[in-house]
């Protein structure tokens, strides 16, 4: 093992949680019997899928949060569920609503489409297209932060390193990762370079890196070499490869090459243990403020 400090995701995200189980008792004494309603909806049952909405249910009891597993048959069509998604949209009870994504259905069901219904006031994903807009455009307050990318984003402010005037690079630009998070990097002033499978010299612009943020979906394929000595390295990446020692005959891993990058990283992000814990906390903390914006609204005189 290297130099870096471990830059835990289970102690970030148990703060995190303390501080949410004050503001949802702070909600049940503003309006009595109060409690934030969350609809985790779910088309058929991937098992990934369901070891992810497990960790969402857990957490959200732990803190004061009323979760609500709704599942929809593999046989749903893409009506059923807008349809399902128009209800809940209705419910003064439910503050947000998440769709597990990827939807395992017999039919064909548009992942936009699905986003795009879900209330952009209840959408605690963060990936309505208006939501997404607030975020490129670096309007930071108005709408609902995606959950992993704003996860990194209170992981990399516990190192206590500058954001702003550094060197990003984010390898990855999906809708859910790669993008948004290069958005918000660039909003705190860093400056971003957003690598993808089309990029050239890729190990050259990670080895760049003050901050390098890595969500590629590749196992362990940033090795040592691909690190600039003292950077910030945050590891999104959950692949599950084989490993005959375990009893389960598999392992997860990131996608970055822990051992390696943590002989010249000063900051880097565990597989399991990093990223993950921080992406439900995040979605519990959007919950909590959906149902604080709610009860403001409705406490208004
Ligand atoms: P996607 O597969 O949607 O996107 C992967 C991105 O990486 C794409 O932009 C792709 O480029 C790029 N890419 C793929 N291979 C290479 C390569 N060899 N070189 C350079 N770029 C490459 O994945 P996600 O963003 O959804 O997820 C990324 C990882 O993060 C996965 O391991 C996933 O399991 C994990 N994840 C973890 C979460 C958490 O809570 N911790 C939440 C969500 C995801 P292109 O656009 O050109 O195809």
Redesign the pocket.
């Given at each position: 093992t290297g130099a870096a400090r471990v830059l835990s995701g289970n102690d970030a995200s148990s703060d995190v949680k303390e501080e949410l189980k004050k503001r949802v008792e702070a909600l049940g004494q503003k309006l009595p019997g109060f409690r934030p309603g969350l609809a985790i909806v779910q088309v058929g049952g991937r098992e990934d899928s369901n070891v992810y909405i497990r960790m969402k249910l857990k957490n959200a009891e732990a803190i004061g949060i009323n979760a609500t597993h709704v599942k929809l048959p593999r046989s749903a069509t893409e009506v059923e569920v807008l349809l399902k998604l128009n209800e809940l949209n209705q419910d003064p009870n439910i503050h947000g609503i998440i769709v597990q994504m990827p939807p395992d259905s017999e039919h064909y069901i548009n992942p936009h489409t699905i986003t795009d219904a879900v209330n952009p006031e209840k959408d605690v994903d963060g990936l309505h297209t208006m939501n997404e807009g607030h975020v490129a455009t670096g309007d930071l307050e108005t709408g609902f932060l995606p959950c992993?990318p704003n996860g990194v984003m209170e992981l990399i402010k516990r190192t206590g390193v500058k954001i702003a005037g550094s060197d990003a690079v984010v390898?990855?630009?999906?809708k859910?990762?790669?993008t948004p998070m290069s958005e918000l990097l660039k909003w705190h002033h860093a400056t971003v370079t957003v690598?993808?499978?089309?990029?050239k010299d890729?190990e050259q612009k990670a080895a760049a890196a003050d901050i390098l943020v890595v969500?590629?979906?590749?196992a362990e394929?940033v090795k040592e070499s691909w690190i600039k000595p003292g950077a910030v390295v945050i590891d999104?990446?959950?692949?599950s490869i084989d490993d005959p020692t375990k009893k389960s005959g598999k392992r997860l891993v990131g996608?970055v090459d822990y051992k390696g990058a943590a002989k010249r990283a000063s900051w880097i992000t565990p597989v399991p243990g990093g990223?993950?814990p921080m992406?439900v906390i995040m979605l519990m903390r959007n919950t909590v403020l959906a149902a604080e914006k709610m009860l403001e609204r409705l406490l208004q005189p």
């Open positions: 992993t390898l990855g630009r999906s859910i990762v790669g690598c993808h499978s089309k990029t890729l969500a590629i979906g590749r394929m999104c990446g959950i692949n996608d990223v993950g992406t």
